[in-house]
C-alpha cells in the first residue's frame, strides 16, 4: 500500500498515526499527534509539498473528547492559515494497536 497517491493536483495521504520510524507507540497523545503530522510532513515532502499545502483532513480519535484538546494544541502548532477544512471523527480502535489518533490529508500542488 503507498503511502500517497498523486491524482492531478491533489496528493492523496493515506492515514498515518504516530508510530516512529522504529516502531515505537508512545503512550502520550500529544506526541503520537506531533509523530503522525511529521510522518505527514515527511510525504508530503516526496512529492515538493509541504503542511501548508493541505487543503482537507479528517483525523482519527479513540476517546474523541478526551484526545481532542491536546490534538487541537498540535494542529495549531504545526499548520498555519489558512487551515484546511478538518473533520474529526471519534472511533472505537485504529488498526495500529495502541494508537489513539489517525490523520488523512489531501493536499493541493500551488498554482505558479
Not at 65 to 91: K, N, S
Amino acid at each position: 500500500m503507498a503511502p500517497a497517491a498523486l491524482s492531478g493536483d491533489f496528493l492523496f495521504c493515506t492515514g498515518f498515526t504516530g508510530v516512529s520510524p522504529q516502531g515505537v507507540l508512545s503512550e502520550d497523545p500529544g506526541e503520537q499527534a506531533r509523530e503522525a503530522f511529521r510522518i505527514l510532513s515527511l510525504t508530503l515532502g516526496e512529492a515538493d509539498l509541504d503542511l501548508s499545502d493541505v487543503v482537507e483532513m479528517t483525523s482519527y480519535h479513540v476517546g474523541l473528547h478526551a484526545t481532542l484538546p491536546t490534538f487541537r494544541q498540535v494542529r495549531e502548532a504545526v499548520l498555519t492559515p489558512p487551515y484546511p477544512a478538518w473533520t474529526a471523527i471519534g472511533v472505537s480502535e485504529l488498526a495500529t494497536p495502541g494508537a489513539v489518533v489517525e490523520i488523512r490529508a489531501i493536499a493541493r500542488r500551488r498554482m505558479v
